[in-house]
């Protein structure tokens, strides 16, 4: 979980996940795709150097939007209560449960004259006997497969571009908070004969 080598720390384990809703909310809804401006702070680990927690402003200045993502090894989300929360004029809506497999979310409207309304909806993992759902990852794990049976090089859900801006973001937030993995997890140069090339052992 902390170990530079082996690309550890918050960002790169938890973050993903509220980076993702982020990304979700303000930037695969927009008709011309905004790569966001990025301020980050980062509390790193002591003995290794890892981030061990992390927040970043992600701020898309065209359209007038920005959100939060926070990722921590030392704090945990409350489950009974929101993990990520959409904020908009006409309301709020509030994802409950772990951001990366969420088990229900509430629509809370308020009208003109202060009247607060609020719809629930419950997202409950599927379960039968014929399959093991797991506890999340496999909507992404479908996904795949329908791309890889539709001979797809990518999902029309999740293009290529959106991850790499993503992706972006992400190392802009190593960046700024000082986090340095080693070349050899972070080249981009595949090596044959590299040590994480295991495929000929």
Known sequence: MVNIDLAGGALLDL?????????QTLYHT????????VVAAINKYE???ADESTSIIVQFPKHKSMGVALTSLRVGSNLDGPAIRIQGSGGEIQVIGPAYCPLQYRVVKKDKDGKVDVQVVDC???????RN??????WEADECARCLRDGKKESASLPWSESIVIMEVMEEVLRQGGVVYPELITSDVF?????????KR
Do not use: A, R
């Not at 973050?15 to 990304?23: H, K």
């Not at 927009?30 to 401006?37: A, F």
């Not at 090596?191 to 495929?199: E, H, R």
């Open 133 to 138: 759902w797991g506890h999340g990852m496999f």
């Open 47 to 49: 003995f290794t150097g």
């Open 15 to 23: 973050g993903i996940y509220s980076l993702t809703w982020v990304f």
């Open 124 to 130: 409950p993992i599927p379960k039968d006997k014929e």
């Open 30 to 37: 927009q008709s011309e795709p905004e790569k966001p401006n």
């Open 191 to 199: 090596d044959p004969q590299g040590p994480l090339n295991t495929g």
